[in-house]
């Protein structure tokens, strides 16, 4: 669909949403798109982190312990 719109369609593009928002309003947008990023990018190394930390737990020595015999007398 968008294999068509080359250079000159890109900047008439942000020309268009420019005149249509407003400098400050497109800046302050970017900025808010960009802190999403990186919460986005934050919860994924998080989610990661807990997944390495649960493999770790499961990976723990698991050899049942055998508790010493008392003495038969």
């Known amino acids: 669909m968008f294999q068509n719109i080359g250079l000159p369609g890109l900047l008439l593009i942000a020309v268009v949403v420019l005149?249509?928002?407003g400098k400050?309003?497109?800046?302050?947008?970017?900025?808010?798109?960009?802190k999403g990023i990186t919460a986005f990018k934050k919860g994924v190394g998080d989610g990661n982190a807990e997944i390495e930390r649960e493999k770790a737990e499961a990976a723990k020595d698991v050899?049942?312990?055998?508790?010493?015999?008392?003495?038969?007398?």
């Open 19 to 21: 005149v249509l928002f």
């Open 24 to 34: 400050g309003k497109v800046s302050s947008l970017m900025g808010e798109v960009g």
């Open 63 to 73: 050899t049942p312990v055998v508790e010493p015999e008392k003495d038969k007398v």
